[in-house]
């Protein structure tokens, strides 16, 4: 009986499956590339202007820790993706590991 009320506990608690980076790595969202140009020309499926921004998921320990990287959770950012690695979390594959040295500007906004 308590091998029953074990099992029936396990499938009632769900837990979350997370992604944490580890040594001198962030988890990045990148934004959607665009299918749109400046001017409002729409291109075709085949052709996307690549982008290379996105928002900081998350940051390791050791990037938090680190005061010469100003990097923090939800920050948008400019990154170079030669290194990135695909995390296959979510269906539409957005997620990428960097290594911090690869992001290579922080947006921020001005106080007016």
Same mark, same amino acid.
């Given at each position: ?11 009632? /608690? ?9 040594? +001198? ?11 749109? /140009?400046?001017?409002? %020309?729409? %291109?075709?499926?085949? #052709?996307?202007? =690549?982008? %290379?921004?996105? +928002?900081?998921? /998350? ?10 990287? =100003? #990097? ?5 950012? %400019? ?5 990135? #690695?695909?995390?296959? !979390? ?5 997620? !990428?590991? #960097? =290594? ?7 947006? +921020?906004?001005?106080?007016?």
């Amino acid at each position: 009986m308590r091998d029953a009320d074990d099992r029936a506990e396990k499938k009632s /608690t769900k837990t979350l499956e997370v992604v944490e980076p580890i040594g +001198r790595r962030v988890l990045i969202r990148k934004d959607e590339d665009k299918k749109i /140009t400046k001017v409002g %020309l729409h %291109l075709p499926d085949k #052709i996307e202007i =690549p982008t %290379l921004t996105g +928002r900081v998921v /998350t940051v390791s320990a050791e990037v938090e820790r680190d005061e010469n990287y =100003p #990097i923090k959770r939800y920050d948008r950012v %400019l990154f170079n993706p030669k290194h990135a #690695i695909p995390v296959d !979390f979510e269906g539409d594959n957005r997620l !990428f590991v #960097i =290594p911090v040295e690869d992001v290579v500007a922080v947006f +921020r906004r001005e106080p007016a």
